[in-house]
């Protein structure tokens, strides 16, 4: 289990605000999924809302639709190899999160932690989560395969993000932007004007 | 004027892909404006969408819901001053772009371009530039002041987008990743998994 906080919901934005592709979790009944998905974004402050593509062939999309709520969860360098084997192949069929879990490819205490609100499971080894209930929008989400969510609960790893301020302390634990194939940007350098 | 060679229209989300900040241009009449967002995302690959949080005070709320088009400008980190500027100050009453062109900030060649297809400008100084014509989805911009486009002409800087990938040759000519305050990340090193 990862070290987390809770992060003030109004402050929930900053976790999404510099554009990380993140891990979508998903539960319903006794099933449970994770994709990765760089096309998400914030979308307001207070109360904190997000944006996400979920595709309609994806397992997690069947699962957010019957249960209403889905994690967005920030992996970080470490787990990027997570990272891009969940987001290459179907939760169909199998338990995908289990498969990765004992792959050896998350080798960080693989496994998954219970979140505070929802029942989607929050995924060890990211720097950040936030908890999410589906925002009802049948046509948007038919027509785009765009999903908006009220963040319930928000979590950092507090040696990464505290005080409303990200402090990326080393290579490894730095979030991650996809770019295509098997390759990534990590977060560079921070910088003031 | 910068150098800029035009992308493939099923390759255009990759400019947006890794989730830098944008500059949204837009223009009606004889007004223009242009505003940072760092909320955006690519929403679809062919044709290509994009979605961005367009505020409802914004004066580019305005020339986006009157003319239906905007550009969003991929701002490399040598305009990261002007992009906060722009970010910072409200374009109503006030010409934003020509103030910024002429602060001085915007040392590099101030100025901007005709598009191909929108009457929106392409800021000068940016690494990629996506020609965007509105989805008209009322309940969807009034609501969460949610605007979705479709990509009618994409741009980039060739030495730093070519082939379907980024190649940022140098620090200044790096997309920026916003923060909080005058704060922004860097795009980071390339990596494989």
């Known amino acids: 289990m990862s070290e987390r906080?809770?992060?003030p919901l109004p402050k929930a934005y900053l976790l999404l605000n510099h554009g990380p592709t993140v891990l979508v979790s998903s539960a319903h009944g006794d099933r449970r999924n994770v994709m990765a998905a760089a096309w998400n974004m914030a979308l307001d402050f207070d109360p904190?809302?997000?944006?996400?593509?979920?595709?309609?062939?994806?397992?997690t999309r069947e699962l957010?639709?019957?249960?209403?709520?889905f994690?967005?969860?920030?992996?970080?360098?470490?787990?990027a190899a997570l990272t891009l084997a969940v987001g290459s192949e179907s939760g169909r069929g199998i338990d995908k999160l289990l498969k990765v879990m004992q792959s050896g490819i998350h080798s960080d205490g693989a496994g998954t932690t219970a979140g505070g609100v929802v029942t989607a499971p929050l995924i060890d080894g990211c720097l950040a989560w936030l908890e999410c209930r589906v925002i009802p929008e049948p046509h948007t989400q038919k027509t785009y395969d765009l999903f908006l969510g009220e963040v319930v609960a928000a979590w950092a790893d507090p040696e990464v993000f505290s005080t409303g301020r990200w402090h990326f302390p080393d290579a490894e634990r730095r979030s991650?932007?996809?770019?295509?194939?098997?390759?990534?940007?990590?977060?560079?350098d921070e910088f003031s004007v």
């Open 5 to 7: 906080m809770a992060v």
């Open 48 to 59: 904190p809302k997000v944006a996400v593509v979920i595709d309609k062939s994806t397992l």
């Open 64 to 69: 957010v639709e019957a249960s209403g709520e």
């Open 71 to 79: 994690v967005l969860n920030v992996p970080a360098r470490k787990i």
């Open 176 to 188: 991650i932007h996809y770019i295509s194939g098997g390759s990534f940007f990590a977060t560079g």
